[in-house]
């Protein structure tokens, strides 16, 4: 089970294992920020749950890395499914509001979405096409791309993940 490490500012800022999550609680130098709420770890004076999140109680300075902006890690920041309905099938890129209409290719304003979703959009924003976004795409952490699969990316990290990037 793997650990989200925040910084001291909630910067993610690696991915460790539960054990060294503890040890890091347990010597005072992180704190749980998320715990699992399915698992608990006992000893023999108290009882822990295991964290999913933890936060640096000192701040440790991290170099900004640079995530290229290609349609594959588009794809996996949307977790390979269609930003309109859902699907895993037939993924192509969409602008959000279409070049026609001076959209940019920005992380902002591509999403992944399926053939069928793309061509009922059209040349039309979500709104004028009826056709919420299920996502609000913003610039990926880097870490997402530590892991092999969204399928992989706990649920109660996606929120740290997904904070854009210092520039
Ligand atoms: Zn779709």
Known sequence: MA???LNYDYQPIHITTWRRAIILVLKQKAEVVEARSDRRLRTVRTEYAFPSIIRLMRYVPVPYKHIPLT???IFRRDGFRCAYCGTSHNLTIDHVIPR???GESSWENLVTACESCNRQKGNRTPQ???????????KPHYLLFWLRGAEEVDTSWR???????RV
């Open 3 to 5: 650990v989200l490490v």
């Open 71 to 73: 349609r594959q890690n």
């Open 100 to 102: 026609s209409q001076g």
């Open 128 to 138: 004028q096409a009826g056709m919420p976004l299920l996502i609000r795409p913003r």
């Open 159 to 165: 929120p740290y993940l997904m904070l854009e990037a």
